[in-house]
């Protein structure tokens, strides 16, 4: 599983309340990434990090905001929830492999949290 | 890359049989091609996966192959299983795209015993 966990694993949350994913990783990964995954969409990504305290955007970053403070934790807030931001949320790491012979472009993705927002 | 497209969205197969799914790119630049599998309540897990300078990638019973001039690559599975039966993503990345995926839509595959 790459050492990658998520929390919380289930979350039901009224429209308007504030909410924060975590991504745990274990296994000192440069990258972290944060996908929503809706029926018919496939996995669309949100934001990512390359590092601690960078950040990008991703195809879907509206309503999203993230935090990369310190290597192993990337966090992902839902400012203020809408009953369109229920979805299936995967955190995933890659790397680029310091101390293998070649760049290493697989992403791993985390267990998911299940948001449903009412 | 830019876009992914996906066919087809689902496939349903007797066990034994094979199964292909073909996935189109968009963007030239492209030069990663991941596939991913997802079993129902699952996370998707990688399978196989193909680089640009690479046209065919075998492992066991799984297979991707690219064709660059076209823009497609897609993902053999010979001798189907009941435990293959899941949905499936093709993904690409775009160089320099900070390790960036684009994912399609994804295939259910149904493999009926």
């Known amino acids: 599983d790459a050492g990658i966990t998520q929390s919380p694993r289930h979350k039901v949350t009224e429209t308007g309340t504030p909410v924060t994913l975590r991504c745990h990783q274990t296994?000192?990964?440069?990258?972290m990434y944060w996908y929503r995954q809706d029926p018919g969409h496939g996995l669309r990504l949100i934001h990512y990090s390359y590092g601690v305290k960078d950040t990008d955007k991703g195809e879907v970053s509206d309503g999203y905001s993230v935090s990369r403070s310190k290597t192993e934790d990337f966090l992902l807030t839902l400012e203020s929830a809408t009953s369109s931001q229920t979805s299936v949320y995967f955190c995933?790491?890659?790397?680029?492999?310091?101390?293998?012979?070649?760049?290493?472009?697989?992403?791993?993705f985390g267990p998911g949290t299940r948001l449903t927002v009412t | 890359g830019e876009n992914v497209e996906q066919h087809p969205s689902t496939l349903s197969v007797q066990e034994g049989d094979s199964a292909v799914i073909k996935c189109t790119y968009s963007?030239?630049?492209?030069?990663?091609f991941p596939w991913y599998k997802q079993e129902l309540g699952k996370r998707p897990q990688l399978i196989i996966d193909?680089?640009?300078?690479?046209g065919e990638k075998k492992d066991q019973r799984i297979a991707v192959t690219l064709n660059k001039t076209a823009k497609h690559f897609s993902l053999h599975i010979t001798e189907t299983q009941p435990e293959d039966s899941a949905v499936y993503f093709c993904?690409?990345?775009?160089?320099?795209?900070?390790?960036?995926?684009?994912f399609g839509k994804g295939t259910l595959l149904t493999v009926n015993p």
């Open positions: 963007d030239s630049a492209s030069n990663y």
């Open positions: 296994e000192n990964h440069r990258y």
């Open positions: 995933a790491i890659s790397d680029i492999a310091s101390g293998r012979a070649l760049l290493s472009y697989e992403q791993y």
């Open positions: 193909i680089r640009s300078n690479v």
């Open positions: 993904a690409d990345r775009r160089g320099g795209s900070n390790y960036k995926l684009t």
